[in-house]
């Protein structure tokens, strides 16, 4: 048995790594020191073979700075939580359509036109249809930051600092955000990983998990990061700024919003929700203020319609606003579920989760929000979880196939002290694909639904269900 860890000062990485031999098997336990981490068995034809395989781990790891350690001597590190600060709004109630509630205190939400998505500080993610049935339920090992879509993909950013991709069956761990335990924000963009942390830096982190580049701010507590193809855009205690996606090169800086709580973007302008009260509007291009959404309230989180028409937020008051572009408010109501740590709007309705755990669907159509400004809300339905639901864990076991079928075959190969993923089936390119890192076997050849070229080339991302291919 050897155990290493690795584990900088700074808030950097804080892991382990142990390798067990027993025989003809290889087992390898890896994850954050303090945490029971992930398991990957190997067999081998035979006991030296076996041997030769741990060695070279074991070498790859000292090589990257690990050492050997104690087991329990160093301590799990602490993960900050967003502070819950929320106070019962004054404002007439919001017409709340249904409300689930998720169990613990939530800030991760995504709503496609299939489902709506949370994520909660205990680690379930819980799918729910639009019409306020829960459908399907995950476990993540440590509490969700936040859920965000790139395309077919759907990741979850987790306190045990791994990004897992929920878009099949069972998570995946896509990322491993190995500079920070404790993410703040993330968003992904054709692959791209951005993340923004306690620390008040942004770093980039490319489709095959490894580091591009990393940008201390001018300021701390990094909530905001938004990525579209060209840029990352990042917000702190000090500003909002944009930066190059290739280089990290910084384009702007703009202190005209400060105290940055929540980030949202459309395609020329950028949102930063504050402490300060205020939603600001700034110009991709080059980061002056276009308009000013004042609210009564510390701003947890803002979203728009499509193309910036009217622009939502959410207070520390359990108040929800909408203005319209310019910045005129229209109204101001009541969640009646706790403030709302994200939000998100879609087709007339507005989806918020909040400080009690609460998902919530708001109808914001003008008639609705009429009728509830002079009293009349519909009466909401409380939506439950099915006893029997049971939750998905993420797993590094795959199901096997013995023939192709439709699906796409790819191969695992070695390139230097990497594993590469590449397309076997015939038509396509020689590009590395996007792949889990964590079920990646040198020679080994797998089954996936399909991949699809990434929007800026050079790569292909594979999505749907993942097999071995005996």
């Not at 990004?163 to 190995?178: F, M």
């Not at 015939?426 to 070229?453: I, S």
Request: with cysteine; hydrophobic share 35%; glycine share 12%.
């Amino acid at each position: 048995m050897t155990y290493l860890e690795l584990s900088e000062d700074g808030g950097g990485s804080h892991k382990f790594y142990e390798v067990i031999v027993a025989g003809a098997e290889v087992t390898i336990t890896y994850g954050r020191i303090g945490e029971p981490g992930q398991v990957k068995v190997s067999a081998f034809p035979t006991e030296a073979k076996a041997r030769a395989a741990a060695a070279k781990k074991v070498a790859e790891k000292t090589r990257k700075g690990y050492a050997p350690a104690v087991r329990g001597v160093r301590l799990r590190r602490a993960v900050t939580r967003r502070a819950i600060a929320s106070s019962r709004s004054t404002a007439q109630q919001a017409p709340v359509l249904w409300r689930f509630h998720s169990g613990a205190p939530a800030f991760g939400i995504f709503i496609d036109r299939e489902r709506c998505w949370v994520g909660n500080q205990r680690g379930d993610v819980y799918t729910v249809g639009h019409s306020g049935t829960v459908t399907g339920r995950f476990r993540l090992p440590d509490g969700v930051k936040c859920i965000v879509a790139d395309d077919f993909w759907i990741y979850a950013g987790c306190d045990d600092g791994r990004v897992y991709d929920l878009s099949g069956k069972v998570p995946r761990s896509a990322y491993e955000i190995s500079a920070d335990v404790d993410i703040y924000w993330l968003d992904i963009h054709d692959g791209v990983l951005g993340v923004s942390d306690r620390a008040g830096r942004v770093t980039a982190i490319d489709y095959e998990d490894e580091f591009q580049w990393a940008r201390d701010g001018s300021g701390d507590s990094a909530w905001m990061v938004r990525c579209d193809q060209d840029s990352v855009y990042f917000g702190h205690s000090g500003g909002v700024a944009r930066y190059d996606v290739s280089d990290g090169s910084r384009i702007w800086e703009s202190k005209a919003a400060d105290s940055v709580l929540f980030g949202w973007q459309e395609e020329h302008s950028v949102y930063a929700g504050t402490g300060r009260r205020t939603v600001h509007r700034l110009a991709k291009a080059d980061g002056r203020v276009e308009a000013v959404y004042q609210c009564d309230g510390v701003v947890y989180s803002c979203a728009t319609s499509p193309g910036g028409q009217h622009v939502f937020a959410g207070d520390n008051h359990s108040s929800v606003y909408c203005f319209d572009a310019s910045g005129e408010r229209l109204w101001k109501l009541a969640t009646g579920c706790g403030s709302a740590f994200s939000m998100q709007f879609l087709d007339d309705r507005l989806y918020i989760v909040t400080t009690d755990g609460s998902l919530a669907c708001i109808d914001a159509g003008e008639a609705a929000i009429t009728a509830a400004r002079s009293g009349s809300v519909p009466q909401a339905l409380d939506v439950k979880a099915a006893a029997s639901l049971e939750a998905v864990e993420p797993s590094i076991v795959l199901e096997t196939a013995s023939e192709p079928g439709d699906g796409i075959v790819v191969e695992c190969v070695s390139e230097g002290e990497r594993l590469r993923v590449r397309v076997v089936s015939p038509g396509y390119e020689t590009w590395n694909v996007q792949f889990p890192k964590d079920v990646r076997e040198a020679g080994a050849r797998y089954l996936v639904d399909g991949v699809r070229p990434a929007g800026r080339g050079g790569f292909y991302r594979a999505y749907g269900e993942i097999r071995r291919l005996l």
